[in-house]
């Protein structure tokens, strides 16, 4: 991969005050673009699908050791609850402790998956989960190897808009486009 | 009462004024001779004097309650009687007691007349009540005579000798205050004339040798009072903001003497602004206060402090403080005042808090 350390993404990630909530309002607001920025990248690259706020301090974006920073507690909270009004994070439990992490947003998910179907010429076909996931033809599709629960958060949206159908069958989880 | 009578050097007293002078009077005990005959009389404002060639006696006009004149007759010359009184104590004279209350001088050469009239005139002016001459032992004999005595006016006599001998060493102190002054001006002085030199051969000395010269005399506090020229450099090191703690310090010090209190420093500043001076009063958002130049640009003041931390890539409060001379509580109310603008932006971590460039 070409980006694989986290300054290589955003050179904020090396700025001591990055890692300081900014008191100056207008500042702050700047500080936190970055960070969603940053992060979103972060999990693109990495396809980083969910986080759990218990693995915080293993997170690698919220610390750098190198300059011997980290992020708090608090922090990480306001920057969950910017993500989520930004609509980049959906929590998964009411304690909002895990959450999933959309680095495209819900409808462009949407989007680029049933083009992507439909560009195959794949609609009114059945597929599994696992071989639109893991398989070798989604190979170049950007939600090859996706965490299978975003996926299912994806084709409920398509199922919504009523572009697919989705349905269990014998333990194994299948869609069908429409 | 030729006891009344003592010795003296003959020298007139401070604040005493000599009147007349005759020759040729003799001093009589009540009607009886004494062994001071034909000498020298001076009357003063405060005294009788008579003096020969062995002896020089005084008189202290306060003594006397009054005077008469008995012209010359067949048997005698012209003499002035003076009547005494009797409270002064003994001070050493030529005699120990005396049987009479008055005392008699024998005009031998004449001027009886003249000595009378001016007599009578002092007696009436009482100069010397006015105006006590020193030597102070004949007051200080009054003192302990008074307070020989009992009852309330005893009391009442022992506060006022009390108040007295304060009011005297008061006056005594301030008079080495009052000289120590004095030279402490002449220190200004040879200063002034010192720096006055140095000024004209600026081209001698390196401006870092003048300003060094300069500190010393001001620490030794002699100096003009502090102006934006005796403070030289010091002054506008100051980013135009001081707390008032430092310029209480500085004032003073500058002054050497005649020190003003924090109090009055503090009215002082709170009314500056009244009096479109060119420093006010500000308080600085810590409850810091402090003064600050009217003409204070605050943007550019800012905006140099930000250049002073993008040079530095980051600073704290004390680095901004011991690199522009100004007091670390000044210097980060400085840098918070650049955060609030939006012109720094904070790196609080274990390390403490710095300021870096606001790259956001």
């Known amino acids: ?178 | 009462m030729a006891d009344r009578l003592a010795w003296t050097d003959g020298q007139l007293h401070v604040g005493e004024a000599l009147v007349t002078t005759q020759n040729g009077v003799s001093i009589n005990d009540g009607p009886e001779k004494t062994d001071y005959q034909k000498g020298s009389i001076e009357l003063t404002s405060h005294r009788i004097l008579w003096k020969d060639k062995s002896a020089q006696v005084e008189l202290t006009l306060s003594s006397v309650i009054c005077c008469e004149k008995k012209d010359a007759s067949i048997i005698s010359k012209a003499r002035l009687i003076c009547t005494l009184s009797r409270s002064q104590t003994k001070r050493p004279g030529p005699f120990a007691s005396s049987t009479h209350d008055e005392i008699q001088f024998e005009f031998r050469d004449g001027g009886c007349n003249e000595f009378f009239r001016l007599i009578q005139e002092e007696l009436a002016k009482k100069r010397w009540s006015v105006q006590p001459a020193k030597p102070t032992t004949t007051m200080n004999a009054a003192m302990s005579d008074r307070s020989h005595r009992t009852g309330i006016s005893g009391i009442e006599n022992h506060l006022q000798h009390q108040l007295n001998v304060q009011h005297q060493s008061i006056s005594g102190a301030f008079q080495d205050l009052n000289n120590l002054m004095q030279q402490a001006k002449d220190m200004v002085n040879i200063s002034k004339t010192i720096a006055n030199k140095i000024q004209e051969q600026r081209s001698d000395l390196t401006s870092d040798e003048t300003i060094r010269f300069r500190s010393y005399l001001l620490s030794l506090g002699i100096d003009n009072p502090v102006t934006k020229e005796s403070a030289g450099s010091q002054y506008h090191d100051t980013n135009g903001i001081m707390t008032l703690s430092d310029a209480f310090c500085r004032i003073n010090r500058a002054r050497g003497y005649e020190l003003i209190s924090p109090e009055d420093l503090l009215n002082a500043a709170v009314h500056m602004e009244q009096l479109n001076l060119p420093v006010r009063l500000r308080v600085l958002s810590s409850g810091i206060k402090s003064f600050e130049l009217t003409n204070h640009n605050e943007e550019k003041d800012l905006k140099e402090i930000t250049n002073q931390v993008e040079s530095a890539k980051s600073m704290s409060a004390d680095q901004l403080a011991n690199l522009i001379g100004i007091p670390v509580i000044v210097a980060r109310e400085r840098l918070i005042a650049a955060e609030t603008n939006g012109l720094l932006c904070r790196d609080d971590s274990i390390e403490g808090l710095r300021f870096y460039p606001n790259l956001f």
């Open chain 1, 1 to 178: 991969m070409a980006a694989t350390k986290i300054a290589d993404i955003s050179w904020f990630h090396d700025f001591p005050p990055f890692f300081t909530l900014q008191p100056n309002l207008d500042t702050r607001r700047k500080q936190l673009d970055a960070w969603c920025s940053l992060l979103l990248d972060y999990c693109r690259l990495k396809k980083v699908c969910t986080f759990d706020v218990n693995d915080a301090s293993k997170f690698p974006p919220f610390f750098n050791a190198k300059i011997n920073r980290q992020l708090d507690n608090h922090f990480i909270q306001i920057l969950l609850e910017e993500l989520r009004s930004r609509g980049n994070i959906e929590w998964e439990d009411k304690n909002k402790r895990r959450c999933l992490i959309f680095w495209n947003s819900l409808e462009e998910w949407a989007k680029n998956v049933y083009q992507w179907i439909t560009s195959r010429g794949m609609n009114r076909t059945v597929c599994t989960f696992y071989e639109l996931l893991h398989g070798d033809d989604t190979r170049s599709a950007d939600f090859h190897n996706i965490d299978p629960k975003l996926f299912r958060r994806i084709l409920h949206e398509l199922e919504k808009r009523g572009q697919a159908t989705v349905f269990s069958e014998n333990g194994a989880d299948g869609v069908k486009f429409l």
